[in-house]
């Protein structure tokens, strides 16, 4: 149970940085 709690947590993880990185390109594109 706890795997599973953390394997879903891990995704969210991931899916958080790169919605980070995709908003930062964004940013920068937007600033050029």
């Known amino acids: ?3 599973v ?3 879903g947590y891990h ?3 991931n899916f ?3 919605v ?3 908003d930062s390109r964004l ?3 937007l600033m050029a």
């Open 5 to 7: 709690i953390f394997n």
């Open 16 to 18: 958080f940085m790169f």
């Open 11 to 13: 995704q969210d993880v």
């Open 20 to 22: 980070v990185c995709f």
């Open 27 to 29: 940013k920068l594109l």
């Open 1 to 3: 149970m706890s795997a």
